[in-house]
């Protein structure tokens, strides 16, 4: 007993040691490429982002000023704070970055073909998870916090909307870029490729693993309102990357996701009508219903392929 207690002391020593490593990581490289990305915006485009309100007011209408806005959160945001630190913190755990971030690790091609129609199929079960954590009122003693927590989700919606505005084809493809593809890329590399995988590998346990990187995942948005939906689609994800074994399988939908989203946004603009491109649009409920038995079949599903794609291997 002594034994296995002091084995369990030792990993989690060992891997809130390696967690505070990542932090710094995470916190040194979010704090260079902010301020590395100011100067780079401004020679390159002549926006100084020290006024970052005068500069996203701007943005609403000027998409030179829109396209500085978006330069400064590739860097700051995708490269700086997640993708940087993804590359790196292998080292700090003797590991190959792509051998443990799993970029090169052979799968099974069908999976990036389901991949997509999982997001798609998941997508109404989704919608009336963020249809629920919308409606959750914090008792009266918490008001000042509730609307606090409106107030930042009101700000995150306007932001994302200027950044997403798109009046041509180039200004959209742009968009995709920034919004979509970086982030899905950064993000999946950090919160599975690293969190879900080192959390797995020093307490052996999967589910652990792909909950606790989609419980950081979501809470790291910092969207109170929006926590919820998050954290099951960051735990969809989480499992795709488990039983596909390969990091190209939660990026791909990740980026389509986002991608979504982002015509959604675009569409919206322009067919304002149309009730299913509106933001308070909800499914049936026999349609997120259907939608939750097909996702957790489709997992189920993708379990018996992992057995499968190991025994292969064996």
């Known amino acids: 007993m002594a034994d296995s207690s002091f084995l369990s002391n030792n990993r989690f020593l060992f891997f809130f040691s390696r967690a505070l490593i990542l932090l710094g990581m995470v916190l040194f490289f979010l704090s260079v490429f902010s301020l590395g990305g100011v100067y780079l915006v401004k020679f390159l485009t002549g926006y100084d982002l020290m006024n970052l309100q005068e500069i996203i007011s ?36 003797e ?22 129609a999982f997001i798609l199929i998941s ?51 742009i968009s995709l870029i ?16 690293i969190l ?39 735990a969809f994800l989480g499992y795709l990357y488990h039983y596909s074994g390969s990091i190209w399988v939660p990026v791909l939908a990740h980026f389509v996701n986002n991608a979504l989203a982002l015509t959604g946004f675009v569409l919206l603009e322009k067919y304002p009508n149309v009730a299913i491109f509106k933001e308070d649009y909800h499914f049936p409920l026999w349609v ?13 599903w993708f379990h018996k392929q992992q057995f499968r794609r190991l025994e292969a291997h064996e």
């Open 196 to 234: 879900q995988n080192f959390t797995r590998s020093v307490f052996y346990n999967p589910h652990l693993a792909v909950w606790f990187a989609a419980f950081v995942f979501s809470a790291i948005h910092g969207q109170f309102y929006g926590f919820v939906p998050r954290l099951v689609l960051g």
């Open 58 to 93: 701007q943005a609403k209408t000027d998409q030179a000023a829109r396209n500085a806005v978006l330069l400064f959160q590739a860097l700051a945001g995708s490269v700086g704070t997640f993708l940087i630190p993804s590359l790196l913190f292998p080292k700090a755990i």
């Open 95 to 116: 590991r190959n970055a792509h051998g443990f971030i799993r970029t090169l690790h052979p799968f099974r091609l069908y999976f990036l073909a389901l991949a997509p």
């Open 288 to 300: 997120s219903l259907l939608s939750a038995v097909l996702s957790v079949l489709m997992l189920i």
């Open 178 to 193: 920034v919004m979509a593809l970086l982030p899905a890329i950064a993000e999946e590399f950090f919160f599975r490729g």
């Open 123 to 173: 997508m109404p079960i989704i919608g009336l998870l963020q249809e629920w954590n919308q409606a959750v009122k914090l008792p009266a003693a918490f008001a000042d916090y509730e609307q606090m927590f409106q107030q930042m989700e009101q700000q995150a919606r306007e932001l994302t909307e200027i950044m997403v505005i798109s009046p041509n084809a180039k200004a959209f493809f």
